[in-house]
């Protein structure tokens, strides 16, 4: 059973750049897929950006061409770097984590972390 804990979120203004870190404990992480997924203020869980266990990537639509889902399994960890950060972008961010790949499907997976806040103003 994987135990994922997220980091590195914040306030900042309009225009500029976070990197949330999700450091997994419990098991390696290189047989997971895994992504990040965001819920904002008043709205549903949205899945963010997704990476398989070979390193392939999706965006959601929102996040593609600003945000960069990265793993790094020698340090058990994920990575989402957001640049050019938008006022929608507010949100709590998880990280998730499965054995099978769910891609951008939240409701799918089964391991969760605890979320980091994101406010862009």
């Known amino acids: 059973h994987v135990q994922l804990v997220e980091s590195g979120g914040g306030s900042v203004q309009v225009g500029g750049s976070l990197r949330l870190s999700c450091v997994a404990s419990?098991?390696?992480?290189?047989?997971?897929?895994m992504g990040w997924f965001r819920q904002g203020p008043g709205k549903e869980r949205e899945g963010v950006a997704f990476i398989d266990t070979g390193g392939a990537t999706n965006y959601a639509y929102s996040a593609a061409g600003r945000f960069t889902i990265s793993r790094d399994n020698a340090n058990n960890a994920l990575y989402l770097q957001m640049n050019s950060l938008k006022p929608e972008d507010t949100a709590m961010y998880y990280c998730?984590?499965?054995?099978?790949?769910?891609?951008?499907?939240?409701?799918?997976?089964?391991?969760w972390g605890q979320g980091t806040q994101v406010t862009v103003s």
């Open positions: 419990g098991h390696s992480i290189s047989r997971y897929y």
């Open positions: 998730a984590a499965d054995e099978y790949n769910h891609g951008l499907a939240w409701r799918q997976y089964q391991h």
